[in-house]
């Protein structure tokens, strides 16, 4: 069964495991097992990739947060539209999840 989606537009920062570079992008929607975002680089399906989400403060949680995945391109969707960027959806393969102290943000 597939995981429920939810739609979350949020910055991410994403890289192949061991480049130095970091690119940027924007999610599209995301679940426990992956994320679908919008990236200017676009990879091969079973590139083992590295993500950084930064999650921002909430009713819920006064602190952010930012979590950093590790996991494989599972897909890669053409853009949308002439003016969007394309997508790359990547399957979570395991995550850290890091509270910021506060006034760190």
């Known amino acids: ?3 429920p989606r939810y739609i ?17 992008g924007r999610t599209v929607n995301i679940s426990r097992s992956g994320v ?3 990236a200017d680089q676009l990879w091969e399906r079973d590139t083992t990739v590295e993500l ?8 819920m949680s006064a602190t952010p947060a930012r979590v950093s995945c590790r996991g494989r ?13 394309p997508a790359l959806a990547a399957a979570f393969e395991d995550y850290e999840f ?3 102290p506060s006034g760190a943000a």
């Open 1 to 3: 069964m597939r995981a």
């Open 8 to 24: 979350v537009t949020m910055p991410v920062r994403y890289r192949k495991v061991a480049e130095a570079e970091w690119h940027k």
């Open 36 to 38: 679908l975002f919008q």
């Open 52 to 59: 950084v989400l930064e999650l921002p403060a909430t009713p």
């Open 73 to 85: 391109i599972a897909r890669v969707a053409a853009a949308p539209a002439p003016d969007t960027l």
């Open 98 to 100: 890091q509270r910021w």
